[in-house]
């Protein structure tokens, strides 16, 4: 469902480019059960695009994240990771990312994001030739 931002009152004035509101109705079944989750999605984008369109942009942004977040969690074992106190995990979460961006752009090596990252502790000069690009 697409609504023009005037439904949004003066709240739609603190975003200068926002044209449209997206609404995506989510429906899951697992074992059984069957939930439903109602998910908003603000743009810049007018009505004049399908809803197809502002699907395949949702889609395409979870894809994206999702693989990332997969990615750090295998190569980087982030969900077990504790820091817990001020800003340590999200700045460590910040160096995980510029890692495994350095890591990939190393073109070399055959191998995946996790055994790049242990040769990168093994050996220094594979080390500088990733962090050299």
């Not at 395949?56 to 999702?66: D, F, K, T, V």
């Not at 995980?96 to 055959?110: F, G, H, M, S």
């Amino acid at each position: 469902m697409l609504w023009d931002v005037h439904h949004l009152g003066t709240l739609a004035t603190q975003w200068p480019e926002l044209k449209s509101v997206v609404l995506v109705e989510r429906t899951r079944e697992l074992n059984g059960t069957t939930s439903t989750e109602l998910h908003y999605y603000i743009t810049s984008l007018n009505r004049r695009y399908k809803a197809e369109t502002f699907l395949a942009y949702i889609r395409g942004h979870w894809s994206i994240e999702n693989n990332l977040l997969w990615q750090l969690d295998v190569s980087f074992n982030e969900d077990q990771r504790r820091i817990r106190k001020g800003y340590g995990a999200e700045h460590f979460s910040r160096l995980c990312r510029i890692a495994l961006n350095l890591l990939k752009n190393e073109k070399t090596r055959k191998e995946g994001i996790a055994c790049k990252r242990k040769t990168s502790g093994w050996d220094n000069a594979y080390l500088l030739k990733v962090i050299a690009g």
